[in-house]
């Protein structure tokens, strides 16, 4: 049994899908990974892991539009208001999506459809520093 | 370590669930899988997967009614709209649900819940093949 | 390659998030796992798996209140409605989160975030015995 552990930090500036498929391909090709599991976990609360369409930039627009309706910056919906106005916001959207995806390694190549990409879905407003474990269990 | 990959193909003929349990279930008793996980995850972005019961078929009804009036298919509020006025829907469901679905197997057994059952959840209106890859890591 | 498996059982009252990183913490200690995979499923349907922040307790409280709005428990809205006005809800909540979570272990430490806690978020009104499988495979 082979294990190996990478943590990829990626800035954020905003609220934005942040496409990540090329590092974890990178990772996959330079340790040689053969047959197995990679687990993908984001560390944070407020930002998320989602597995979406790469040919077409307009489904990245319309997906945070959509959550930004779905679930409103409005104060006097939440209780938890004292870090920001998008902190529980982001708390929400982080629970109606993912914080972690587990992949499949098959013959050197992560086994992803032709038109998905792998993404880090920011849900704060200001720059931040987030931190996705890449975790390789397998041959 | 024992690994094995399987892609299971479902013809889909609109937005439903399609339950693919027992599929699954012999699969692994085909290949006599003792104990390990099991990682199934879906190869498209405008589909999904869910854990959902099965013993009331009003719950899927239910279910593709509620993210229908969740998600509406109306062109005017999306930019993406050239593949039809599922598609960005499809997507935003596809990210409020799963793309892929982690299980344990412990003595031959697939462990989920007595009323829990596999479905794909389709999200567009026309026909589609869907590809589920199936990926076995254990003993 | 080791694998151990421990079915917690939580008792629920009423529809809440129970918080029961402890408890996976203290196995994982017990067992000396030092590096692999844990995953978690939960066995039911109207009750699921998320990793909120656990600083403030004000965050689950605007979660529950959060979800309760997006999915009303009013009967003229299904059809499965014999189980009470709360179980279609929970069904449909429950797939706007997560029945499984798979986490890492590196080095004896389980991979969570300083703010992260795990919790079963409860979505029926009357007590429950829940059971979550926690299953490691790893050295």
Redesign the interface.
């Known amino acids: ?1 082979k ?1 190996e ?1 990478f943590n990829l930090q990626i800035n954020t500036n905003g609220q934005n899908l942040y496409e990540f498929t090329d590092q974890t391909l990178n990772w996959i090709n330079e340790n040689n990974f053969k ?3 990679l ?1 993908l ?6 930002a998320s892991l ?4 790469n040919a ?1 930039p ?2 990245q ?3 945070i539009k ?1 959550f930004d309706k ?2 409103p910056m409005d104060n006097s ?4 208001t ?1 870090e920001g106005k998008d902190d ?1 916001p982001a ?2 959207k ?11 390694i ?1 013959n050197k190549e992560l ?6 990409g792998l993404y880090l879905f920011e849900h704060r407003l200001e720059s931040q520093k987030r ?1 996705i ?1 890449h ?1 390789f ?3």
């Open positions: 049994m294990q552990f047959n197995g599991i687990n976990s984001i560390q944070h609360t407020s989602v597995v979406q369409e077409d307009d489904v627009t319309d997906l959509y779905l679930v919906l939440y209780i938890h004292t529980m708390h929400i982080s629970a109606l999506t993912n914080n972690q995806i587990t992949l499949s098959k086994l992803l459809g032709t038109w998905q931190s474990i975790h269990l397998g041959e």
